[in-house]
C-alpha cells in the first residue's frame, strides 16, 4: 500500500478558499467513507479537524469542510485565517484496520 | 478528560529493540470499543500509521513493519506499549500514541505529546 497523494504545498491570502486534495486508489479512498483529516502545526500533535469524509467534530469551525468523490477526498477552508497556516493530512482506511496517510500538504496563509 | 503520555529512552542503537511506553490518565485501556494506536513522524516527514489495538488485546499492524512490531495492553498499569525491534536510522521519528473518540478505531482525537526517538550509534 502507497501513502496517499497530496500537494506538498498550497497558498492563500487572508479571507480566500483553498482545497487540499488527496488522492487514493480504490483499496482505500475509493473503498470507505473512512477519510479523514488532520491540522498539524509545528511542534504539535495532530488534531482531527475531519472525519468520515465530511462530519466536524465537535469545536471544529464550519470554514472547515470536506468531501469525497471516487478515489479523491478534498479539504476546503474558507475565510482563510492566520491561524490556519499548518501542515494537514488526509488519512484513509485501507481494510483490515489498516490505515494510510496523504505525505501531507504545507498550507500558507500569504 | 483523557490524557496519554509517551515515555521510553529516546536513543536507541541500531539493530536493537524500542520500546515506547503510553501511560493513560482519565480512562481505561479496557475500555469497550476503544482502540489505542501508534504514530510516527520522521524529521521534517509526514505521518505513519504504526499500529493500533484494541481494548480486548487484538492488534493490527501496518505491513511494512509488521514483521518487526508487538503493541499490547497492560492493564494492571494502565498503558500500552509498542516494541519495534532491529530498528535502524530510519526509525527516527517522533512517536505518539492516541485514542479515538470512537470505536470505529479510524479517527484520532486524544493525541499524546510525542516523543522523539533517534536510532544512532
Known amino acids: 500500500q502507497s501513502a496517499l497523494t497530496q500537494p506538498a504545498s498550497v497558498s492563500g491570502s487572508p479571507g480566500q478558499s483553498i482545497t487540499i486534495s488527496c488522492t487514493g486508489t480504490s483499496s482505500d479512498v475509493g473503498n470507505y467513507n473512512s477519510v479523514s483529516w488532520y491540522q498539524q502545526h509545528p511542534g504539535k500533535a495532530p488534531k482531527l479537524m475531519i472525519y468520515?469524509?465530511?462530519k466536524r467534530p465537535s469545536g471544529i469551525s464550519n470554514r472547515f469542510s470536506a468531501s469525497k468523490s471516487g478515489n479523491t477526498a478534498s479539504l476546503t477552508i474558507s475565510g482563510l485565517q492566520a491561524e490556519d497556516e499548518a501542515d494537514y493530512y488526509c488519512c484513509s482506511h485501507a481494510g483490515n484496520r489498516v490505515l494510510l496517510f496523504g505525505g501531507g500538504t504545507k498550507l500558507t496563509v500569504l | 478528560q483523557l490524557q496519554l503520555q509517551e515515555s521510553g529512552p529516546g536513543l536507541v542503537k541500531p539493530s536493537e529493540t524500542l520500546s515506547l511506553t503510553c501511560a493513560v490518565s482519565g480512562g481505561s485501556v479496557t475500555s469497550s470499543a476503544y482502540y489505542w494506536g501508534w504514530f510516527r513522524q520522521p524529521p521534517g516527514k509526514g505521518l505513519e500509521w504504526v499500529g493500533s489495538?484494541?481494548?480486548?488485546?487484538?492488534?493490527y499492524y501496518n505491513p511494512s513493519l509488521r514483521s518487526r512490531i508487538a503493541i499490547s495492553l497492560d492493564t494492571s498499569k494502565n498503558h500500552f506499549s509498542l516494541n519495534l525491534t532491529s530498528v535502524t536510522a530510519a526509525d527516527t521519528a517522533v512517536y505518539y500514541c492516541a485514542r479515538p473518540s470512537d470505536g470505529s478505531g479510524f479517527y484520532w482525537d486524544f493525541w499524546g505529546q510525542g516523543i522523539l526517538l533517534t536510532v544512532s550509534s
Open positions: 468520515e469524509v465530511s
Open positions: 489495538v484494541s481494548y480486548s488485546g487484538t492488534t
